[in-house]
């Protein structure tokens, strides 16, 4: 059965646009159900802001179940809310106590400049993506799924890393902004599959050298893994830096070849 908070504050971080100055802004909340989603909150909240002539509180959504990784909100300091394993969108108001002050955030890195209120700028993750996050396709018709055996455990590793919906939280919640956590799920879910050893050695490559351009470095905090919603394991952080590894040598040969 549904019950309702009462008398929430959310102390929401405005601003006009990126060269603006920010400032946080109170809104009470009365009775919210909680049932409600945190996305939902801020929409009962927009109505409002509305109808009241006032201006309506930019933030990031999409899918609202957990898988384009839009949403993307530093809810009390922490990347995503209380609850782990878990995007905004599907953090519901079950986890917060009645009368709690809740204060809201866009994510705070360098490399994700903010646009306007709680919305950033993420396009340097898509910067590291079109370095080489992609495969080689043969034109044609598809071939049969089964015609590449591979062994569970290696599809198994591939699928986790893939699980990676490019939010962001990992570089947020980094006290170095490093993006390691994403760059290493990105590369790994095709550097562990068949269909991804063509471009294994350059793509690593040039997707740790994108990643430098943009990010922090990775000084083994973990931070990243407690705020990923999708859990995904800093394991991948070590397969990323063995292939880049192996491919400064590999690289290097075949430059030699030519
Ligand atoms: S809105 Fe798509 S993951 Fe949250």
């Not at 008398?7 to 049932?35: C, V």
């Not at 050893?197 to 040039?206: D, I």
Request: hydrophobic fraction near 40%; glycine fraction near 8%; charged fraction near 20%.
């Amino acid at each position: 059965m549904s019950t309702h908070l009462t008398n929430l504050t959310l102390k929401i971080w405005r601003q006009e646009g990126p060269n603006s100055e920010g400032h946080f802004e109170t809104y009470p909340i009365e009775s919210i159900s909680d049932e409600a989603s945190f996305l939902e909150l801020l929409d009962v909240l927009n109505e409002r802001l509305i109808a009241e002539g006032r201006e309506a509180i930019a933030f990031d959504h999409d899918c609202r179940e957990g898988i384009c990784g839009t949403c993307s909100l530093m809810i009390d300091g922490q990347a995503h809310g209380p609850q782990r394993g878990t995007a905004t969108c599907q953090l519901h108001m079950r986890k917060f106590t009645s009368g709690q002050e809740i204060v809201v955030e866009p994510w705070r890195a360098t490399s994700f400049p903010i646009i306007k209120d709680l919305v950033v700028d993420r396009a340097a993750f898509d910067r590291i993506i079109e370095s080489g996050g992609f495969i080689t396709a043969q034109t044609g018709g598809a071939p049969d799924a089964n015609l590449i055996p591979i062994p569970k455990v290696v599809a198994d590793a591939s699928m986790d890393a893939a699980e990676c919906i490019g939010c962001g939280a990992c570089v947020a919640a980094c006290p170095n902004g490093a993006a390691n956590l994403f760059t290493a799920a990105k590369v790994s879910h095709l550097n562990l599959l068949p269909q991804g050893q063509a471009e294994r050695y350059s793509r690593v490559e040039a997707m740790v050298e994108t990643m430098d351009q943009y990010f922090g470095s990775c000084t083994n905090h973990g931070e990243c893994e407690a705020a990923c919603p999708k859990s995904i394991s800093i394991d991948v952080i070590a397969l990323m830096n063995k292939d880049y590894l192996k491919a400064k040598f590999a690289n290097r040969k075949e430059l030699s070849r030519t």
